[in-house]
């Protein structure tokens, strides 16, 4: 059994090296073992063992520089790795037979070289033989095909690092056939469990996966290579070492130019990458990869925006186009020629951006006429990638409305079902989120007039009012409006009622949701909370949110956060008189006092709101000073 040493300094120190200065020095020790040998007076049969198989390393080593001098695109993380053992094992021998130059007493007493000795050297050699004849094997098989799946002594206790060393030798180096098998292979290695994907990146498996990406005349190749690689970027250190790589402009460049069905995984990629690693979500952005996506989700989807009412223009308007003018008679031409051709290859075609897909049109063909349901995986793909890229991120999130980005999300929440439904929901709730954080985000993408903006809060309350058989899509729904409540003027009470209608949701995760989308209508720092809270009411929604007081803690804190909202600005409300919603909160701060101290002076304010006007009927109860 042999150790394999995994020392970080040490092969770093190693790699430092050229190849050929590693393979030199193991040559310069058989010559020096040979010589040895032949002054040998002690163990002379023993030392003939050892120069036996010393030259046959020797010659093998020899082998493997020609090998390496020819090969411009050598994999040297195995190589390396035995050569260094090889290496180890030359200096115990020279060691051992340079002991038995001198025949004198006294150091034979002193050396206490015995035939043990030996044996243990030549075990030592002879596991060095089988490991340069894999070697040798392995560069063998890559010159005449077939991957080579034997064991050598090396990786005896690991044999997973033989298998990688194989595959990822056979990418970089291999023929294409062979390439394509071994990056499935390493594929479904990494897809094992994480110890795999840790060998597979330590070993340099991650350039020649990213180099067989690139192969653009093959799509399989670059299938089973993005396969691979999102088997790989499941934790932030592996995609940190992709994008170290120079993987995600490479990735990028490969989502736009590559044929539908590879851009199916190179979407699933970017998804995997940004989800795992914050750093690699905004450099995506960076690279520009929210265009495509967005793009590629919107085939087979009409984008034209409603036209706005004629209004007088603005100055700044009216300034802004005429900055604009050149610019678009300068490409008038191209544009009227690029409408033609969409309108002749399709009446449902998708809008797609010129800087995006104007550098594959060799694919636009191959796309319109690609089965129904890779379009509906791309889809899938794409809107999970805009979902990932657009989490907990408010400059993705711009970048997305900055494209027709909200328009295509809403016309496919409204066409679609399923995960393309789900994902672009999604999509819309972190987009939406990020427009609560950012005044600015908000205002842009989020204006009262704006088409999009328009279209996405349709589908959004039609999908709370009617998509009664999936909670977690009303409850991305309802997170949504609630996340725009800032937007709506005191007149937009349309988007109030469906809200209301969901407090009283069997579900009380969804009915929780509700409760929490309106407290942000009615809170103080809404400018129009008054008459929100106004609206709350009117909509009937007192009755089912003192019903939501009795469900489970979560929903109980949330309706008692509504609940006080109300009192401080409708206390004179008939409806939370008529509810007993002064006896319900003075049962609550008792309840509440020791868990939550915020939700305890937020009650006792509303108290003293309702018994200021409710000051008659409750009199003999007692006064809660805010």
Known sequence: MRFIDRSVDRLAMAEEKSIEEELSFPILLAERIRKAVDEA??????????????????????????????????????????????????????TLV????????????????????????????????????????????????????????????????????????FIQMGPLPDRIEAANSLASLALDNDRNKKIIVEESGVPPLLKLLKESGSPEAQIAAATALLNLATDQERVHIIAAELGIPMIVQVLIES????????????????????????EFARENAIRPLVSLLSIDVVLDEPKPVDVKPSIHTIVENHMQMEKKQSTATTQKQNRSSHSRSSSSSSVYYPDAFGRYGHHRKDRENEKPEVKLELKISCAMALWMLSRGSVSNSRMITETKGLLCLAKLIEKEQGEVQHHCLMTVME???????????????????????????????RVIGEVNNSPSLQIAAIKSIGSLARTFPARETRVIGPLVVQLGNKNVDVAAAAAIALGKFA?????????????IIEFDGVPPLMKLLRANEV?????????????????????????????????????????????????????????VYQSGIHSHRQTYEP
């Open 431 to 461: 987009i939406t989120a990020a427009a609560e954080l950012n005044a600015d985000l908000r205002r842009a993408a989020f204006k009262t007039n704006s088409p999009p903006a328009k279209a996405v809060v349709e589908q959004l309350l």
């Open 98 to 169: 340079r002991k038995c130059k001198h025949s004198g007493v006294l150091r034979r007493v002193v050396n206490i070289t015995s035939a043990t000795d030996f044996r243990k050297a030549l075990n030592h050699l002879d596991a060095s033989v089988s490991d340069m004849k894999w070697l040798l094997s392995i560069f063998d098989s890559v010159a005449s095909g077939g991957i080579v799946y034997s064991l050598p002594p090396i990786a005896s206790n690991d044999p997973i690092l033989s298998w990688v060393w194989s595959y990822v030798a």
């Open 41 to 94: 007076e002690l163990f002379k049969v023993e030392c003939g063992e050892v120069g036996k198989q010393v030259d046959r390393l020797s010659q093998m080593l020899r082998s493997v520089v020609r090998f390496a001098t020819s090969t411009p695109s050598l994999y040297e993380r195995s190589l390396r790795r035995i050569v260094a053992d090889v290496s180890k094992n030359l200096e115990r021998a020279l």
């Open 555 to 611: 929903a109980q804190f949330h309706g008692l956060t509504l609940l006080c909202y109300l009192a401080l600005h409708v206390g004179n409300s008939e409806a939370l008189e008529r509810a007993r919603a002064l006896t319900a909160l003075e049962g609550a701060v008792r309840l509440v006092a020791a868990q939550n101290p915020s939700l305890k002076e937020l009650i006792a304010k509303a108290l003293y709101h309702l018994e």
């Open 523 to 535: 809170c103080p720092e809404n400018f129009l909370c008054v008459e929100h809270s106004k609206a």
């Open 259 to 282: 044929p539908m069905r590879v851009q199916i995984w190179v979407a699933n990629l970017v998804s995997k990458m940004a989800e795992h690693d914050p750093v690699a979500q905004e």
